[in-house]
């Protein structure tokens, strides 16, 4: 069901922005429920920055409903933590996007308000919390359920030493979308867990990339992501509010390489707004 004319249209603004940049890798994946409308890329592989947190979280609320973990269980705020491949590690206060975390060290917060800061704000010390509760085995299930063959997660973030031995958590457009889907259709866990983790995703805070792009007040549920050489963002949308999924449609975009991340801000901002502005002329069948 691809649009060949929002196709040509969106790799065009690709090409018109980043002319005379080399060694951008560049990637986006429009699609609804039934198929793909617009893709330029969309199976390389990015590194996943932010976007990691999404099955993440995920995977802490599907143990919820195994009875495995506690969300309401409290830990103890700390920066010391187990790298995968052995020693400790703690994150840079200075590199986190949210001080309201920090504020809590050597206090007890529970699981479930870290996960949701490691959403809303992208908290790296809440997100390190999540992930040492949850455990990799549980976020692989999570991934492999939504069968988003693309997205691995195998490390915390800032665990250098794993990444140094080539353990890197690395995403696909994708992916990502197939895991808002997921989410989307009440696949990805219980159906009532996938909408409380939606309206999670639609309190995101970070709001740089594909929801300037739209009206003011559409709903987007989405998880972002950005380092200095990687800006990326995840979005379910759903143009008439947040109950009802009627023409629903996901759009993933990320790029890489060495670019202000301003600019990689605007370029996904644009590509969300053309391809709005183009969603009643889309294909209607799979």
């Known amino acids: ?26 990637s986006y994946e429009l699609a609804t429920p039934t198929g793909v409308v617009a893709a330029h890329e969309p199976d390389a592989d990015h590194y996943a920055a932010s976007t990691m947190k999404l099955p993440l979280v995920l995977a802490a609320y599907r143990r919820r409903d195994q009875g495995t973990l506690d969300l309401d269980s409290t830990v103890t705020v700390h920066n010391s933590f187990t790298s995968r491949v052995g020693g400790e590690f703690g994150i840079t206060r200075e590199d986190d996007s949210d001080e309201e975390v920090w504020a809590e060290l050597g206090r007890p917060v529970t699981l479930r308000w870290l996960c949701r800061r490691s959403i809303i704000r992208s908290s790296n010390l809440a997100t390190n919390l999540v992930f040492e509760a949850v455990g990799t085995d549980a976020i692989a299930e999570a991934i492999t359920v939504c069968r988003a063959d693309g997205v691995r997660v195998v490390r915390a973030i800032e665990d250098y030493a794993a990444q140094r031995e080539g ?16 989410l989307a259709d009440g696949t990805a866990a219980a159906p009532g867990t996938c909408g409380e983790l939606l309206g999670v995703l639609a309190d995101n805070e970070v709001n740089t990339d594909i929801p ?54 605007e370029l996904i901002r644009r590509l969300a707004a053309t391809a709005w502005e183009q969603r009643s002329h889309w294909p209607s069948d799979g």
């Open 167 to 182: 353990r890197g958590n690395l995403v696909t457009c994708h992916g990502l979308n197939t895991i808002l889907l997921a």
């Open 1 to 26: 069901m691809t649009d060949t004319k929002l196709q040509a249209e969106l790799d065009a603004i690709i090409d018109r922005t980043t002319t005379g940049q080399p060694g951008l890798q560049i």
């Open 212 to 265: 300037p792009g739209l009206p003011d007040g559409t709903w987007v549920a989405h998880k972002n992501g950005w380092v200095s050489d990687a800006v990326l963002d995840a979005a379910l949308i759903r143009p008439r509010g947040g109950d009802d999924p009627t023409e629903q449609f996901v759009l993933t975009a990320a790029v890489s390489g060495q670019w202000p991340n301003d600019r990689s801000h």
